[in-house]
């Protein structure tokens, strides 16, 4: 028998007040709400859950990690979430040039600190629209 664990199921998030990180994850971020049971609510990232979970100590939650959510055009992102109200930690950045793309990266945290990043695999040479 092979042992076949590649592909992530779901991702929980603990988070101190599920309905205001429900809004900000459906009502900001646009994702796609599931179901809400009790405490836990649901959404679907291109078929991976993301749990929102009422954590039982709100003192313990912690603030490690990421989690990137892939996006096609990171400047039109980053320009309809602040008009939703959205503040960036940091711009859309280049972070690395890798062989075939450029991957560039925008920061910001969800109500309850958690780190999250827009990523976009740009198209070698790839630079943002200018603005002014």
């Not at 971020?29 to 859950?49: E, S």
């Not at 979430?81 to 910001?108: C, E, N, Q, V, Y």
Request: proline share 5%; glycine share 6%; hydrophobic share 45%.
């Amino acid at each position: 028998m092979l042992l076949n664990i590649s592909q992530i199921g779901q991702i929980a998030l603990p988070v101190t007040d599920v309905d205001r990180a429900e809004a900000f994850y459906e009502k900001i971020l646009g994702l796609r709400k599931l179901y809400r049971f009790g405490d836990l609510t649901f959404f679907d990232c291109a078929g991976v859950r993301l749990l929102l979970e009422k954590t039982v100590h709100p003192e313990t939650v912690t603030h490690t990690g990421c989690i990137y959510f892939r996006c096609a055009d990171i400047a039109l992102a980053v320009g309809e979430l602040a008009k939703r109200g959205l503040s960036f930690a940091s711009t859309p950045h280049l972070i690395a040039k890798m062989d075939d793309h450029d991957l560039w990266m925008a920061f910001f945290t969800d109500p309850d600190g958690h780190t999250l990043a827009l990523m976009q695999e740009a198209p070698k040479g790839y630079s943002l629209p200018r603005t002014d």
